[in-house]
């Protein structure tokens, strides 16, 4: 029997089990045992995995595995987190780049947050309609390191997010590899909230770093917010993106600035 330490860490409401992956213990290819230590009900519970590895180009790899057992390119909130814990692991400290699949991130400290330069947006679709129950709806696509539907609502609190996003998720314009959706409700001038349902965790997440992201970009683009915008999530705490991004110009870096924390260290055995 073989023993894998963790540290359990929350980034407004995403949490994760993160894991010191440099020596290569931990069984990337074992589905079961991803999909079993991620349930909420028999296993540690979490939106996902985190592996901080080796790299030779950047202080140090992230890889993101979600409970569905899927290697995704990349998290927002996931990523804070792999950079607050590459901190306490002495790999960085004010400053670092982090190797991810969608590229490199180059992250640093502020005050308390964590500031990601996330790179440049891609993929950007404009307004399209689709038909759910009846009702067609105004959705907007772009890719902030995996891709994502928003869908803006006039009541956040009052849409299925379950079944809608899951619609979205499924639907024939997504295909094959699917999509995430935000429904996303103007409250200010510079100020939006956000609830998402993410793919591989087939389901709504309290907070989702891209999906903020993305939800702040089409905003702007589309409903003339101002940098920096702010986004409350589901359990009311809040993440900001800023970038000079445009109507005119959509190729700009975009940062996600929010907490990452530990929450508890442990270890299971499999």
Not at 109 to 135: A, C, H, Q, T, W
Not at 165 to 183: A, E, V
């Amino acid at each position: 029997m073989r023993t894998i330490n963790f540290v359990k860490m929350v980034g407004t409401g995403n949490d994760f089990i993160v894991i010191d992956n440099r020596m290569k213990k931990f069984p990337v290819d074992d589905d079961s045992l991803i999909i079993r230590i991620c349930n909420r009900r028999n296993g540690i519970g979490s939106d996902g995995i985190i592996l901080i590895e080796e790299s030779f180009s950047n202080d140090f790899k992230m890889r993101i595995i979600n409970p569905d057992a899927s290697e995704v390119a990349m998290c927002g909130n996931g990523a804070r987190c792999a950079v607050r814990y590459a901190n306490v692991l002495g790999i960085m400290k004010d400053h670092c780049t982090v190797e991810t699949l969608a590229g490199t991130l180059k992250a640093s400290f502020v005050d308390n947050n964590i500031s990601l330069n996330m790179g440049r947006p891609k993929d950007f679709r404009d307004s399209f309609l689709i038909n759910y129950n009846g009702e067609e709806y105004e959705v907007f696509f772009i890719n902030t390191g995996v891709p994502h539907v928003v869908i803006f609502v006039e009541n956040v609190k009052s849409i299925n997010v379950e079944d809608f996003g899951q619609f979205i998720r499924y639907h024939d314009l997504f295909k094959p590899d699917g999509t995430n959706c935000n429904f996303v409700e103007v409250t200010g001038n510079n100020s939006i909230k956000v609830r998402t349902y993410e793919r591989g965790v087939e389901d709504e997440t309290f907070s989702c770093g891209t999906g903020t992201c993305a939800s702040a970009i089409i905003s702007v683009i589309k409903k003339g917010l101002e940098w920096k915008v702010t986004s409350t999530t589901r359990l009311h705490e809040t993440l900001q993106v800023d970038s000079e991004i445009s109507s005119e110009d959509i190729d700009k870096d975009f940062y996600l600035i929010g907490p990452a924390d530990i929450t508890f260290k442990g270890s299971f055995s499999y």
